[in-house]
């Protein structure tokens, strides 16, 4: 049974930091473009930052362009998020999914239906 299972999230406040992980169980995604998205409440789900197989190309939301940034350890088959100057607004739940290439066809859209419990950030004001 594939998992993706994501952790790192908490209570921080306006311009604090947080890194978040997401760790793949079940089967590998070395190979896989992976993803991290985030809902808030009343919201949909929203794309967040994507990176490629290698880690050599991420992508971005606009939203959170120059303030996070996307890494992975293929050696762990885990993906992190680090998190810079939080703003209330990226109060969401936090969740990670894959891609089937090695490179996002369409960022915003992951290919697989592996959605975890995510892990819930929160920025006080």
């Known amino acids: 049974q594939v998992q993706l299972v994501e952790s790192g999230g908490g209570l921080v406040q306006a311009g604090g930091s947080l890194r978040l992980s997401c760790a793949a169980s079940?089967?590998?995604?070395?190979?896989?473009?992976m993803g991290w998205f985030r809902q808030a409440p009343g919201k949909e789900r929203e794309f967040v930052a994507a990176?490629?197989?290698?880690?050599?190309?991420?992508y971005y939301a606009d939203s959170v362009k120059g303030r996070f940034t996307i890494s992975r350890d293929n050696a762990k088959d885990t993906v992190y998020l680090q998190m810079n100057s939080l703003k209330p607004e990226d109060t969401a739940v936090y969740y990670c999914?894959?891609?089937?290439?090695?490179?996002?066809?369409?960022?915003?859209?992951?290919?697989?239906?592996?959605w975890g419990q995510g892990t819930q950030v929160t920025v006080s004001s």
């Open positions: 999914n894959a891609y089937r290439r090695p490179f996002p066809a369409v960022p915003s859209t992951p290919d697989f239906d592996y």
């Open positions: 079940g089967r590998a995604f070395t190979s896989s473009a």
């Open positions: 990176i490629s197989w290698s880690g050599g190309t991420t």
